[in-house]
């Protein structure tokens, strides 16, 4: 039975093979079944291109782009995107996996009967290498919580976002000046446009330990994040708060013994600064 294609699933990778299968398998098992995959391998090395190839003969909707040479995450994600044929846009890290079978359906069937909303996401499970659970987390649910906080974090936990491919080019696509937080600039800007919703149930297990943790990226992440919040000021409410918070992130990456201190750090922040946009919880599997 063919489905109209409605949904394009843009899954960059590099050197992943430890982690691809589970994530290509966990598209494949929605029961949603309208979509294509497309895969963006940015000049991988290891096996990951075998293991593609295996499911690209296994099942039609998985199509493949390589990159040669590396062109690195932001432009991999606007080509994707940019050769993406369906109306909507789901994103998958290469070392996520859906954790819902029912994701794309619940996404799709909202955003085909709310028109003014223009990006849907959902929680998140963060697990660690061994895929142990360490925390779960829900972000907040409707548009106004969304944009009074959009500032203070990043709304969306990218892996589990469907958005509106006429708003991806209205706005241009993804911002490719920058390295960090590209997803959170998208959705800045989408907000100027349409409407915001979390589904409050978990879409996406995360793997946390991927990022670069030296100290010189955290505190280029930081900057950069200050820059934003300067740079939509005057789109979204609390800026200030936004800005201090900001800086005091920025200050925090310098402590020694930072990650001891983080529980610590948090509490401040919450007395300071207020619920932080979305509810978390300890994992205990």
């Known amino acids: 039975m063919s489905y109209p294609l409605l949904v394009s699933i843009i899954l960059p990778t590099y050197n992943r093979a430890t982690y691809i299968r589970k994530a290509i398998e966990s598209v494949l098992s929605q029961t949603y ?13 290891d096996e ?3 293991i593609i190839s295996e499911f690209k003969r296994k099942d039609a909707r998985v199509k493949c782009m390589t990159n040669k040479p590396n062109i690195g995450l932001v432009k991999s994600l606007n080509k994707g995107v940019k050769n993406a044929q369906g109306k909507y846009i789901a994103r998958l890290d290469d070392d996520d996996f859906w954790c819902d079978k029912g994701k794309l359906e619940k996404q799709v069937k909202f955003l085909e009967n709310n028109p003014s909303y223009v990006a849907v996401g959902g929680g998140v499970i963060r697990v660690d290498a061994t895929g142990k659970e360490t925390s779960r987390h829900l972000l907040s649910e409707n548009d106004k919580d969304l944009k009074n906080s959009m500032l203070l974090n990043n709304s969306f936990v990218h892996s589990t976002v469907v958005f509106k491919k006429e708003i991806w080019e209205m706005v241009g696509g993804f911002d490719e000046s920058l390295d960090f937080s590209e997803d959170w600039d998208l959705w800045l800007r989408f907000g100027k446009i349409g409407k915001f919703y979390n589904f409050q149930q978990y879409f ?3 793997l946390q330990d991927r990022q670069n943790k030296s100290n010189y990226n955290i505190q280029h992440n930081a900057r950069l994040n200050i820059k934003l919040r300067k740079k939509y000021r005057n789109d979204y409410p609390n800026f200030w708060k936004a800005y201090i918070l900001g800086w005091a992130q920025y200050i925090y990456t310098f402590l020694p013994f930072r990650i001891a201190l983080k529980p610590i750090f948090s509490k401040l922040r919450r007395i300071i600064f207020g619920h932080p946009g979305y509810k978390s919880f300890v994992g205990k599997t």
């Open 48 to 50: 990951t291109p075998k």
């Open 33 to 45: 079944r309208g979509f294509e995959l497309i895969i963006i391998d940015d000049g991988s090395t």
């Open 204 to 206: 996406v297990r995360y």
